[in-house]
């Protein structure tokens, strides 16, 4: 759920739970913690930790930002280079497609994948009339197996979890076995195969590359994003949550709360609560 689930809801909904258990605890044990909070220093103590934590949490994100900007500032003959290999990518991917078709996402690339991948590993089994019964037998599980594997890949419509999810089914996905796989099974036919043969396992090899490639291509993409989303967010919550917990740290010093109850709690636990929920919404 943390990972699949929309996380400004997942959060909410902690921050929620977090503040509403300081309420509940105050409501049945009232006098001991109004005794317990009273002891300002010690709360004190632990809403400037709480801050040196937030403080810390920016200096963080602000060094990712800045490792993934060096990334994307290389030299201009790196830039040429990802740029020359993006587009060969993109050419050798667009030969897979049917026409109209553009896989510019993960879910439209597993799909094409899915599909391209189990067409060829079915194209196998036309040449296995001359080959010896074990040896066909194998080949057909394998076909059966990679076509099972790749359906699951390309079953994308009713996933939940956005973007993530659907890359997460590409993640998960084991080509490398396949690959090895595919070519025990070529070797295993040797000379007696014919060239249409080879070249079949050729061409099912190849698109498991192609898709190895095409993987990291946009996992590499969906984290840029996630780290340059990530870290507006933080910097968009902890900043002023920098500031409540400042100011709630100046005020119990103070003495300065506000003058107001909540279901019939004293002002120090509601505010005390909101303070302690605020610091940890980062």
Same mark, same amino acid.
């Given at each position: 759920?943390?990972?699949?689930?929309?996380?400004?809801?997942?959060?909410?909904?902690l921050?929620?739970?977090?503040?509403?258990?300081?309420l509940?605890?105050g409501?049945?044990?009232?006098?001991?913690?109004q005794?317990?909070?009273?002891?300002t220093?010690?709360?004190?103590?632990?809403?400037?930790?709480?801050?040196?934590?937030?403080i810390l949490l920016v200096?963080?994100?602000v060094?990712?930002?800045?490792?993934?900007?060096?990334?994307?500032?290389?030299?201009?003959?790196?830039?040429?280079?990802?740029?020359?290999?993006?587009m060969?990518?993109?050419?050798?991917?667009?030969e897979?497609t049917?026409?109209g078709?553009?896989?510019?996402?993960?879910?439209?690339?597993?799909?094409?994948m899915?599909?391209?991948i189990? &067409?060829? $590993?079915?194209r196998l089994d @036309?040449?296995? %009339?001359?080959a010896e019964a074990?040896? *066909?037998?194998?080949?057909?599980e394998?076909?059966?197996?990679?076509? &099972?594997? $790749?359906?699951?890949?390309? @079953?994308?419509? %009713?996933?939940?979890?956005?973007e993530? *999810?659907?890359?997460?089914?590409?993640?998960?996905?084991?080509y490398?076995?396949?690959i090895?796989?595919s070519?025990?099974?070529?070797?295993s036919?040797?000379?007696?195969?014919s060239?249409?043969t080879?070249?079949?396992?050729d061409r099912l090899?190849?698109a498991f590359?192609?898709?190895a490639?095409?993987?990291?291509y946009f996992k590499?993409?969906y984290?840029?994003?996630?780290?340059?989303?990530?870290?507006q967010?933080?910097l968009?919550?902890?900043?002023?949550?920098?500031?409540i917990?400042?100011?709630?740290?100046?005020?119990?010093n103070a003495?300065?709360?506000?003058?107001?109850?909540?279901?019939?709690?004293?002002p120090l636990?509601?505010?005390?609560?909101a303070?302690?929920?605020v610091?940890?919404?980062?």
């Amino acid at each position: 759920m943390l990972l699949e689930a929309n996380r400004m809801a997942v959060t909410g909904a902690l921050l929620t739970l977090v503040f509403g258990s300081f309420l509940l605890l105050g409501t049945v044990w009232t006098f001991e913690m109004q005794n317990l909070l009273t002891e300002t220093s010690t709360v004190q103590t632990v809403l400037n930790t709480l801050l040196s934590g937030m403080i810390l949490l920016v200096s963080i994100v602000v060094s990712i930002n800045s490792i993934v900007l060096s990334h994307d500032m290389s030299a201009l003959n790196n830039q040429e280079d990802r740029i020359e290999g993006t587009m060969e990518f993109r050419r050798n991917l667009g030969e897979l497609t049917r026409a109209g078709e553009s896989p510019s996402d993960p879910g439209s690339f597993l799909t094409v994948m899915s599909r391209t991948i189990r &067409e060829r $590993a079915q194209r196998l089994d @036309d040449d296995l %009339d001359g080959a010896e019964a074990a040896l *066909a037998e194998e080949v057909r599980e394998y076909v059966s197996s990679v076509a &099972e594997t $790749a359906g699951q890949l390309g @079953d994308v419509e %009713d996933t939940s979890g956005a973007e993530f *999810a659907v890359l997460w089914k590409g993640i998960e996905f084991q080509y490398g076995a396949q690959i090895e796989q595919s070519r025990q099974l070529k070797r295993s036919f040797g000379s007696d195969s014919s060239g249409e043969t080879a070249e079949r396992f050729d061409r099912l090899i190849e698109a498991f590359e192609l898709f190895a490639i095409g993987k990291e291509y946009f996992k590499t993409l969906y984290y840029t994003q996630e780290v340059s989303r990530l870290s507006q967010t933080l910097l968009v919550i902890t900043l002023p949550a920098i500031l409540i917990n400042a100011s709630t740290i100046l005020a119990i010093n103070a003495g300065l709360l506000p003058d107001f109850w909540l279901l019939g709690l004293p002002p120090l636990q509601t505010f005390v609560a909101a303070a302690f929920t605020v610091s940890l919404a980062p």
